[in-house]
T-cell receptor, first 110, second 117 residues
Framework: SQQGEEDPQALSIQEGENATMNCSYK?????LQWYRQNSGRGLVHLIL?????REKHSGRLRVTLDTSKKSSSLLITASRAADTASYFC??????????FGKGTTLSVSS | GAVVSQHPSWVICKSGTSVKIECRSL??????MFWYRQFPKQSLMLMAT?????????EQGVEKDKFLINHASLTLSTLTVTSAHPEDSSFYIC?????????????FGSGTQLSVL
């Protein structure tokens, strides 16, 4: 089953620009998490935001969560070529498995 | 932090053979592990939940007789793809939750790329 829908599906930007990815989900959640995946590799956990939180920062990452709209956004500021990857949101409903969204493929060119 | 080790990282096999993938929690006990599958350019799809000492719970559309899951100990779950066919070629990744340290974060293995010829 898939919970989240990300948009855009693909995003191409220049180094130094900001990248914003959005995620929508369908059911109530305990928390929402964002992951990065480089091509053909495992997942890297980026950030977790709980259902009672609205915004969280980690380095160049900023995540927002709007539970009334069942949506979240991930902002990467001052992007670098190394940020090129696929980004997935994943929702945790009841402390069991994470359900992943479809993902956004980010390409940052120098 | 908690570590999940997955082995092998890649495997190539002939059609009709079986392939076993291991997932180990190295420094914590995992009563529950999760198996995901990812086709190229797609997202991770939950296949099954592996429970220590009991039968796995499979997601709708996942054949339990084709994807055998064994979770015989608190640190090891295995996924066996039986009679593999080219359409089973995919990236398989396991994850586990360290309930003692954090019930929120899932720790992921590095994944297994399966190619069936």
């Amino acid at each position: 089953s898939q919970q989240g829908e990300e948009d855009p599906q693909a995003l191409s930007i220049q180094e130094g620009e900001n990248a914003t990815m959005n995620c929508s989900y369908k059911t109530s959640i305990n928390n929402l998490q964002w992951y990065r995946q480089n091509s053909g590799r495992g997942l890297v956990h980026l950030i977790l935001i709980r259902s009672n939180e609205r915004e969280k920062h980690s380095g160049r990452l900023r995540v927002t969560l709007d539970t009334s709209k069942k949506s979240s956004s991930l902002l990467i500021t001052a992007s670098r070529a190394a940020d090129t990857a696929s980004y997935f949101c994943a929702t945790d409903q009841a402390g069991t498995a994470l359900i992943f969204g479809k993902g956004t493929t980010l390409s940052v060119s120098s | 932090g908690a570590v999940v080790s997955q082995h092998p990282s890649w495997v190539i096999c002939k059609s009709g053979t079986s392939v076993k993938i291991e997932c180990r929690s190295l420094d914590f006990q995992a009563t529950t592990m999760f198996w995901y599958r990812q086709f190229p350019k797609q997202s991770l799809m939950l296949m099954a939940t592996s429970n220590e000492g009991s039968k796995a719970t499979y997601e709708q559309g996942v054949e339990k007789d084709k994807f055998l899951i064994n979770h015989a100990s608190l640190t090891l779950s295995t996924l066996t793809v039986t009679s593999a066919h080219p359409e089973d070629s995919s990236f398989y990744i396991c994850s586990a939750r360290d309930g003692l340290r954090s019930n929120e974060k899932l720790f992921f293995g590095s994944g297994t790329q399966l190619s069936v010829l």
